[in-house]
RNA sequence: GCGCCUGUAGCUCAGCAGGAGAGAGCAGCGGACUUCUAAUCCGCUGGUCGGGGGUUCGAGUCCCUCCAGGCGCGCCA
């Protein structure tokens, strides 16, 4: 619908002679309208003009039958108000629409790929990898609803060192239920998952402990990564959180895309020899020095394969790659893009999201995190002891580049303060009303969009229809800024409103015209409550 | 030392490509259920937007600088 008034405020513009970017904003304050925009005050400057003289003539040039009333304000400030029937036929729009209100074509023909989570298969997923999955998968649903095709990738390090280190460890844990004396590795997983996953290999392939150690750590390597993913796989399945595709390292090598990548690099004249190792002179393209892509021992590092990885992605046609990443790899991004660039792509079509540390409050202290020392609460634990719902939501009520405090015991033991409930509640409250109209023996209207809406005069019922009706905007400024955050504020504000129209006014009244309107517009707020939770990956639930 | 992120109410945080007396939840105090679910609603209390400069008609938002916290700066991932 802002879409509509900044085509009648660029016409007006149009027959006063002046071009312009128009930017039409939502006032904060309903005194100022519905919709205002300080375009006279931009283009007076260039102009030399007399702003509100600007903003005057604009206002007289803006006719149309859905305009109320303009007003020149402020600065200079155009301040339109529109004609409640402008709301209603958006509002009809809504019920015609369903929950496809809000889709946009802002995608139209675009592919986007969104790699989230990516975690190595080397120990189960904690809460910080639980925050990235919140914030990928909302993302990849809410660019959906923007129009383009999405494609969510998990990239799975099953290539490197760390798998070995894996294997030692399964190893070692395998030894000592031998009843064997062995030094942990050094830099071993000692996570008590390591222990099960020992236990496991005991019976189910107690073989393998006969074979030469680099074979049977090679053997328990693979296998304890495919058990891992596979517990990853459910976990996040649990979440709600779903991949298209699962793209393993180790078949970049299969295929020779590392040394392929690297070759492309040399002809470049990228890559210098230095030490015994090869390095990629990414300094040139804006890192803080150079990079080392193959160590002196002949194995390629994990930024050669990640090299590969991107080139692959970037040849795969996507319009967009964005990248999830936790917050300390962001000294990563420089390296990668410059990569990009050295390869011939454009850096821009990354964008990299960063996303910070969750800090986990235990008994009023703050708990390390490590999977190597084994000190994380999995991501599991907490979704079943707060819940799937509860969990998402909150790991999306901040913007991801600040720190997240996740205080344990307090998501435990306050569920009921959880916000979640909140906007759950606003939506099962009206699954109530149809109940009991449906109880009472009440018609309901065959179509909703069909109802007459005109009986909506409360300040209050113009202010739902009116947040409402920003939703699809919201989804637009979402998947430009790739911050789905914002959703949950919304939802937070659409619940409020709701709710507090629930307690003074009533629904199922005697009156059939006005009840039928009152329907409608539940039934409209329903619609958006339940689509923008579906794009949380909330569940929306009909009764609590 | 260099780079990135953060600093807004007692606490946890919003503030949408700078816009019009700075918001929400929680906490605190006081009210509202014979009504469509009180996991709700209504009211009150609470702020030098870390400090200082600058740009602008206009700055929480942009620039510079300082302070504080976090994270990076490996032939680890």
New binding site residues.
């Given amino acids: 619908m802002k879409r509509e008034v900044e085509r009648m405020i660029h016409e007006a513009l149009g027959g006063l002679g002046l071009e312009t ?1 128009v ?1 039409v ?5 309903p ?3 519905d919709y ?3 375009a006279a ?2 283009m ?2 260039e102009l030399r003009t007399n ?1 509100r003289e600007l903003a005057q003539r604009m206002a007289q040039a803006l006719d149309h039958p859905m305009i109320e009333k303009v ?1 020149v ?7 339109l108000f529109m004609k409640r029937e402008w709301w209603y036929r958006g509002f009809s729009r809504v019920l015609r629409e369903g929950e496809a209100f809000g889709d946009l074509d802002l995608g139209r023909g675009k592919r986007v790929q969104v790699e989230f989570v990516s975690a ?1 298969p ?1 120990g189960p997923l904690h809460i910080g990898h639980g925050r990235g999955a919140a914030v990928g998968d909302s993302l990849a649903r809410i660019l959906e609803k923007a129009g383009y095709e999405v494609e969510r990738e998990y990239y799975v ?1 099953d ?5 070995r280190v894996l294997g030692e460890s399964i190893w070692a844990r395998c030894m000592e239920m031998g009843g064997m004396e062995v030094a942990f590795p050094q ?1 071993g997983y000692r996570g008590e998952y390591v222990i099960q996953l020992a236990r496991r290999a005991l019976e189910e392939m107690p073989q393998v402990m006969d074979l030469p150690k680099d074979e049977a750590v090679e053997r328990l390597a693979r296998w304890g990564a495919e058990e891992i993913l596979k517990a990853i796989q459910s976990d996040l399945e649990a979440f709600g959180v779903t991949f298209h595709s699962w793209f393993r ?1 180790r078949t970049l090598y299969e295929r020779d895309l590392v040394g392929e990548a690297l070759d492309r690099l040399k002809e470049g004249g990228f890559i210098y020899e ?4 090869l ?1 990629f002179a990414s300094s040139r393209l804006g890192d ?2 150079d ?2 892509v ?4 002949g ?5 050669a394969s990640d090299i590969a990885y991107h080139a692959l992605k970037a040849d795969r046609g996507f319009h967009l790659l964005v990248d999830v990443w ?9 390296r990668i893009k410059a990569a990009l660039e050295a390869l011939g792509y454009d850096p821009e079509m990354l964008q990299v999201l ?1 996303i ?2 969750v ?1 986990l409050i235990k008994g009023g202290e703050k708990v ?1 995190m490590s999977t190597r020392q084994g000190e994380f609460v999995p991501l599991a634990e907490l979704v079943e002891e707060v819940g799937k719902d509860a969990v998402r939501f909150i790991f999306l ?9 996740f ?1 344990v015991d307090l998501a435990k033991s ?6 979640v ?2 906007v ?3 939506h ?2 009206i ?3 149809f ?3 449906a109880e ?1 023996g009440i018609p309901m209207p065959q179509t909703f969009h069909e109802v007459d809406l005109t009986p909506l005069e409360l300040g209050e019922e113009l202010g739902l229809i009116k947040k409402v009706l ?1 939703f699809p ?2 989804i637009e ?2 998947a ?2 790739l ?1 789905p ?2 959703l ?2 919304y939802l ?2 659409l ?2 409103a709701f ?11 005697e009156d059939q015209v006005l009840r039928e309107a ?1 329907l409608a517009l ?1 039934k409209g707020v329903q619609v958006v409550v339940r689509e923008g939770l579906r794009l949380l990956g909330v569940d929306a ?4």
């Fill in positions: 970017r930017q904003d939502y006032p904060r304050d005194r100022f309208g205002t925009t300080n005050m931009v007076a400057r702003p007003e304000a402020g600065p200079g400030f155009v301040n190595n080397t390090n290539a490197g060192r760390q798998i830099d390292e230095k030490d015994g190792a390095w803080d020095k990079r080392v193959v160590r002196a021992n194995e390629p590092t994990y930024l936790g917050a300390d790899h962001h000294g990563y991004v420089p960063l910070q540390m800090s390390s009520t901040r913007k991801g580049d600040a720190h997240l405090d205080d306050q569920t009921e303060e959880n916000p409930f909140y759950q509640y606003a099962a409250r699954s109530s009303i109940r009991t109209a009472r920003r905007h919201l400024s979402m430009r800024s911050e955050h914002r949950t504020y937070q504000e619940a409020a709710h507090s129209y629930y307690n003074h006014y009533r629904v199922l009244v009152r539940a639930p009909h009764s609590m």
